[in-house]
T-cell receptor, first 115, second 115 residues
C-alpha cells in the first residue's frame, strides 16, 4: 500500500514571496503519478501540477514548480510570487499506474498568504 | 472540458431520513467514479469506487448499507445516505476518471447537514 505524508499542517507566507510545501511518499511501485491539488475556501479541488514518475524533468506550471526526487521519494511544491488567491489547503496525492485512477492523499497543508 | 457536477450543493435533512447526492460527468464518459468524505481542515477520505454497471467497492470501515452507491450510466453516479444521523454531517465529494487517462476530475462537493 502507498502512503503520502505532508508534515506541515500549516504554513504562511507574505505576498510576493516564495514558499515550499513538503511531501514524501512511500511505494514499491516504479510507474506512478504524483499530483498537487489546491482546495480554496470554496472547497472545489483544483489540479495544480502533475508529475509522471518516469520523467526526470520537474514539472512547472507558471508560478508553481515541483522538486521531484524519485530516489528519496520526495515531491515538494514551490510557489513563487505568492498571491492572496493562493490561500488554500494543498494536498499531495499519489496514483499508481493502472489503478483506475485511484488517488492516495496526504494530510494536507493549509497555506495562508498575508498581504 | 472534463467537468463534473454534483447536486445538490447543500442539503439539510432531519435525522432518520435518506438523502441522495448525484454526481455527473458533463462532457465525458467516466469509466470510474469515486466518492469521498471530508471533515473540516482534514484530508479527503475515500469511501468507495464505482464502475458503471457493477457494484461499488467500499473502503474498509465504510458501511455499504449506510452509503448506497449506484453507478447507473457512464455519466451518472449517486450516493444515498440512508437513515441519516447527525454524525453523517460532512462534505461529500465525487470525482471521475476516463479510462487510461490517469487523472481524476472533481465535482464541487455537497455539504450535508443532518439535524
Amino acid at each position: 500500500a502507498q502512503t503520502v505524508t505532508q508534515s506541515q499542517p500549516e504554513m504562511s507566507v507574505q505576498e510576493a514571496e516564495t514558499v515550499t510545501l513538503s511531501c514524501t511518499y512511500d511505494t514499491s511501485e516504479n510507474n506512478y503519478y504524483l499530483f498537487w491539488y489546491k482546495q480554496p475556501p470554496s472547497r472545489q479541488m483544483i489540479l495544480v501540477i502533475r508529475q509522471e514518475a518516469y520523467k526526470q524533468q520537474n514539472a512547472t506550471e507558471n508560478r508553481f514548480s515541483v522538486n521531484f526526487q524519485k530516489a528519496a521519494k520526495s515531491f515538494s511544491l514551490k510557489i513563487s510570487d505568492s498571491q492572496l488567491g493562493d490561500t488554500a489547503m494543498y494536498f499531495c496525492a499519489f496514483m499508481k499506474e493502472g489503478s483506475y485512477g485511484k488517488l492516495t492523499f496526504g494530510q494536507g497543508t493549509i497555506l495562508t498568504v498575508h498581504p | 472540458g472534463a467537468v463534473v457536477s454534483q447536486h445538490p450543493s447543500w442539503v439539510i435533512c432531519k435525522s432518520g431520513t435518506s438523502v441522495k447526492i448525484e454526481c455527473r460527468s458533463l462532457d465525458f464518459q467516466a469509466t470510474t467514479m469515486f466518492w469521498y468524505r471530508q471533515f473540516p481542515k482534514q484530508s479527503l477520505m475515500l469511501m468507495a469506487t464505482s464502475n458503471e454497471g457493477s457494484k461499488a467497492t467500499y473502503e474498509q470501515g465504510v458501511e455499504k448499507d449506510k452509503f448506497l452507491i449506484n453507478h447507473a450510466s457512464l455519466t451518472l453516479s449517486t450516493l444515498t445516505v440512508t437513515s441519516a444521523h447527525p454524525e453523517d454531517s460532512s462534505f461529500y465529494i465525487c470525482s471521475a476518471t476516463i479510462q487510461n487517462y490517469n487523472e481524476q476530475f472533481f465535482g464541487p462537493g455537497t455539504r450535508l447537514t443532518v439535524l
